[in-house]
């Protein structure tokens, strides 16, 4: 099976750009939260390791779509065996006092219990397929600190790669 080339997103800059916000809406609150942890959040790669890579990508709308095309862009770069599982980051806001936090991806929180095997491309494709039948939005709600939060959005999604080979899918 082949499959169509997809570029890697390019990486945001170092500076948080308010511009990138623009078709958001929720405020300034949702803008500050985003400026004051866009370190851990902005699209930026550790890959060419050895052992593991980490893409975190920044998710525009946080819906399934949004999270399988951006999934597809690092998935179909892979040439070497691995493990990989993602997670997500996201914005909760208290429902009585309005607080807004910022929840960081974190891989005691990945979206599946164990690490997904791609070994050959089609193990590419029942990832996705896995990932879409998943509802990610459940997913964040349950890792939730109390009922009296509810999710804002979905901000970042981190692609953790575990690298068994050097050989070529």
């Not at 699209?43 to 990508?57: E, K, M, N, P, S």
């Not at 095997?117 to 890792?143: C, G, P, W, Y």
Request: proline share 2%; glycine share 2%.
């Amino acid at each position: 099976m082949k499959f169509k080339h997809l570029s890697l997103p390019k990486e945001d800059p170092i500076s948080f750009n308010p511009s990138l916000y623009n078709q958001w809406s929720g405020g300034d609150d949702i803008i500050d939260r985003l400026a004051e942890n866009w370190g851990y959040i902005r699209t930026h790669y550790h890959a060419g390791r050895r052992l593991v890579d980490l893409y975190v990508i920044r998710l525009h709308w946080g819906t399934n779509e949004d999270i399988i095309r951006s999934l597809r862009r690092v998935l179909y770069n892979l040439t070497a065996k691995c493990y990989v599982n993602i997670s997500f980051s996201y914005i909760l806001q208290h429902k009585l006092t309005m607080e807004m936090r910022v929840f960081y991806a974190s891989f005691n929180s990945q979206l599946f219990s164990h690490m997904f095997q791609i070994f050959k491309r089609q193990h590419i494709t029942n990832f996705l397929d896995k990932v879409m039948e998943t509802d990610v939005i459940a997913h964040v709600s349950k890792k939730m600190p109390s009922s009296k939060w509810k999710l804002v959005r979905i901000i970042s999604m981190n692609v953790k790669v575990i690298k068994t080979s050097n050989s070529l899918l």
